[in-house]
C-alpha cells in the first residue's frame, strides 16, 4: 500500500452509499481504499487486521428497514460495538467515522441505533482517535435500492415501468445527491485522520424539492429511457434545465427495465 496516501476502509462497501464511495477513493490521488468483506464481523482477528490497515473507518454498514425493529436495533449495535473493539484495539489507532441521519432525533429502532451507536464509538475511541457522528441527509443516486434505501429510488423504480406509487404526498424532501455525498464524507475523513476526540458533523442536503413535482418530472422523462427510444422519436434526453435535473436524469437511467 501506498503509505503517503490516506488509507480509507468502508464498512457496508457494498452497499449503496459504500460502492459509489469506493468508487471515489479508487481514483484518488489523494485516499487509498482498504479492502473490506464483511465476514470478517464474525472474526475478531480480520477486524482488528483490517483497522490496523486503516487511517479512517468509514463505518456504513447496518440495516436501514426491518419489520423486526428489535432486530435492526441489536444488529445495528452489535456491529458497531464490534467495530469499536476492533478500533481501540488497534495499535495504529484509527478513526471512525460513523454514517448517522439527520434525523436521529426520531425515536424509531433504525434512529435510536444510531443515537446509540455514535455514543458507543465517542466512549470507546475518543480517547486515542476521532469518533465523528456524521449527520447525512436524504441521498439519492444510481443504483439505490427501491423500496429501501430512498423515495426518490422507489420514485425512479416505479416511474420507469409505467406503475404508480401507492400514495403521493405533498412533502418537501432535502436531498444530496451520492457524488456530493461521497465528496463531503472524504472531507471529513481527512480532517479526522490523526486528531483525537468525538464531534459531530451535519452534512447539508443540497436541493430542496416538493415531491409530486419530482414524480411529474419523471413521468415526463419515462418516454425517454433506452428501452423506449423509438417512441422518443429520436431523442435520447429529456431537457435538463438544472444540476438537480441532471443527477435525476443519471439517477433515473439506473432504473430502466432490461
Not at 445495528?76 to 434525523?103: D, K, Y
Not at 464509538?121 to 439519492?140: D, E, I, K, Q, T
Not at 405533498?170 to 464531534?199: K, N, T, W
Request: aromatic share 10%; net charge neutral; glycine share 8%.
Amino acid at each position: 500500500m501506498d503509505r503517503k496516501k490516506l488509507h480509507i476502509g468502508i464498512t457496508g462497501q457494498s452497499g449503496f452509499i459504500g460502492s459509489h464511495l469506493a468508487g471515489h477513493i479508487r481514483v484518488s490521488d489523494r485516499f487509498e481504499l482498504v479492502p473490506f468483506e464483511k465476514r470478517w464481523f464474525d472474526a475478531d482477528g480480520e477486524l482488528r487486521h483490517f483497522a490496523e490497515r486503516c487511517d479512517v473507518i468509514v463505518h456504513l454498514a447496518g440495516l436501514s428497514r426491518h419489520e423486526d425493529g428489535d432486530l435492526l436495533y441489536r444488529v445495528n449495535m452489535s456491529l458497531t460495538e464490534r467495530l469499536a473493539q476492533a478500533a481501540a484495539s488497534a495499535a495504529n489507532a484509527p478513526g471512525v467515522c460513523f454514517g448517522s441521519t439527520v434525523q436521529i432525533d426520531k425515536m424509531l429502532p433504525y434512529h435510536t441505533s444510531k443515537r446509540d451507536g455514535g455514543a458507543l464509538l465517542a466512549a470507546r475511541l475518543s480517547g486515542r482517535s476521532a469518533a465523528v457522528n456524521m449527520l447525512m441527509p436524504n441521498v439519492f443516486g444510481p443504483y439505490s435500492r427501491p423500496f429501501y434505501n430512498s423515495v426518490v429510488s422507489t420514485f425512479c423504480y416505479l416511474a420507469a415501468r409505467g406503475r404508480t406509487p401507492e400514495t403521493l404526498s405533498d412533502v418537501p424532501l432535502q436531498l444530496c445527491y451520492v457524488g456530493d455525498l461521497c465528496c463531503e464524507i472524504l472531507s471529513i475523513a481527512g480532517r479526522a485522520a490523526g486528531v483525537p476526540g468525538a464531534s459531530t458533523v451535519a452534512i447539508p442536503h443540497r436541493y430542496e424539492e416538493r415531491l409530486p413535482a419530482v414524480w411529474e418530472k419523471l413521468c415526463s422523462w419515462s418516454e425517454f429511457l433506452p428501452a423506449a427510444s423509438s417512441a422518443a422519436g429520436g431523442k435520447t434526453a429529456p431537457r435538463l434545465d438544472t444540476r438537480f435535473d441532471c443527477d435525476l436524469w443519471t439517477t433515473f437511467q439506473s432504473y430502466r427495465p432490461v
